[in-house]
């Protein structure tokens, strides 16, 4: 695809319009030429990105039908449903590029493709869905604002809709925890619980240090990405940290604490190791979420083999009819 | 960083978190709607009504809600969910005007989550299993054509606020109709394979169709529904052959209760609990 227009081009002058694309802070469009890295890069961290949408509606997605008031049945229920939404204009970007849709689920469920690693952890308590609302959805936020400029335009069009959405999510997550914490003393703990069990792995989905992130570096210079992950995971923390006053929880981790020289606050180091396998499979739930996608999918094939074969069916018979008549 | 502007702000200015967070600072949906009940109107009959519509509706959603994450498409994920969605809305309203109308002042978790089975009074054929798509398909459309029938006859009905209700479901009510009608018509003349488990769907579903009729007068509607999404799919018509008994009058089948027990789980646990 990349070579569409080099018989006309050369390919030395093609790189120099991108460049300077990239240079001026515009925008490269699905019909621009782009060079082969750049197009890889961004497939890659789009599918990424639509299949962390999608797994991501299932830890939460577990107490759609267990949430204890309607209210909040109705505003999970949506969010879920915002999450497909997400998974639905990321695989649309991810096309613009060349990809398609089933081929990219195809790889989600053999392995061959990565989701967030937040998501194979349990949620085994309802203050989970208020906690991943603030921390999830929050460094998810932190995340993927600078996104809105990155230098793809459709994956930028994509990010500005999705982090509107995000925000509301995280607000809701956010209000849920401030009524359990006005709640009774067992709602309470319930939140403090679910705050040391996420804490942890919320900051490693900044990825892993910046020494250690062996895509930055290209992703940074094309514009895709805006911030290290460091700087990210730092102003992930900052912000946190008097969110978590005013809510009356602590923060698991000994070795916080502001540091005035810095303006910033000091924290301990995630356990990179614990990342690593994570990302590898060996989390607590990555079998089951990627098995529960698998089976959706494989379960659903004949519903959507009956739609191809229906429009197939309509087709035959409009042609049919335009003979006849 | 101005572009974390919401981030950042997250812990400021909690009194307006209406603005915010969906279904905040709406603790009743009913707020400053006029909710006397016309003279002669039947308070105690209006507030059952309202009930079994919503019972119909909360047991619906809690169904659909069952298939997020195990659609087969994404696209019927977002559509099912919002079809849920609707449905729970449409509970929300009628278990709240319910509760005005019944003395008892109860709002609409009481209904919801501190009701056993034997109080609830949706029609069978909501309470069972989700099954196959199919079964779904033809479930929704059989169940959306009946509410929408009765919702068009309610938006006229004496009580102005079920009137609205009603109107506001119908708009509704038609988009989950034409859905279900649609994939039902795809299913129908697809392959063999969803041919058949279309065709089984309609068998199942046909012994609950007698009660949907008992309890309104909208069977010509209904059948002239089922009619005309049959011929498009190239299926058989249901046969018509009602199983005794209804769940407008208290009776269940087994799927009613662990469907609450899930539902009513988090709630029933944590007594005195705010959520």
Redesign the interface.
Known sequence: MTTTHSTEVPLQELQQQFDTTIARDQRVEPRDWMPDGYRKTLVRQIAQHAHSE?IG??PE?EW????????????L??K??DE??H??YL?SAAETLGADRADLTERLIEGRQKYSSIFNYPTPT?ADVGVIG?FVD?AA??NQ??L??SSYGPYARAMVRICKEE??H???G???L???M???E??RAMVQDSVNRWWWPSLMMFGPPDGDSPNSAASMAWKIKRHSNDELRQ?FVD?TV??A???GVTLPDPDLRWNEERGSNDFGTPDWEELKRVISGGGPCNAERVE??R??HE????????????AA?QAARAREGATAS | ?S??H???T??EG?ED?SR?????G?EDPLHGVDTTVPEGVDAGRLAADCVALADDA?VS??RL??W???????????AL??I??DL??Q??LL?ARAGQVDGTGRD??AY??FRDAEDFRNVRLAELPCG??AFSIVRLLVLSSWRLAHFEQLSAHPDPVLAAIAAKGVKELTYHRQYAAEWA???G???E??RR?TRTAMEQVAPYLGELFTAYDVRGEVVAVLRQVTEAAGLPMPVYRPLPGAGRAGERTEHLAPLLA??Q???RA?P????
């Open positions: 999608i509606m299932q997605g759609i039908t267990r949430a204890p008031s309607l209210r909040r049945k109705a505003i229920f949506a879920v449903q497909a939404g998974g639905l695989y309802f603030w929050g936020i932190c604002v600078p809105c400029r925000s509301f995280q607000r809701q956010y209000e849920l401030m009524t359990m006005r709640g009774t067992a709602q102003r912000m008097p969110q006053e005013k809510l529960r996608r089976s959706a379960e659903g094939a004949w519903v959507r083999e009956a739609a191809t074969a229906h069916k | 960083m572009d974390d919401v981030y950042m997250l812990a909690h978190d915010w967070a969906y279904g905040t709406f909360l959603a809690q809600a069952e997020t994450t195990r659609a087969p498409e994404l696209e019927e994920e977002v969910a919002n849920g969605l729970l809305g509970a929300r278990y609409e978790d919801a989550y196959d798509f018509v795809r299913l003349d697809g392959t394979e969803s488990r899930e539902l789980s988090v709630a944590h005195g609990a705010t959520w």
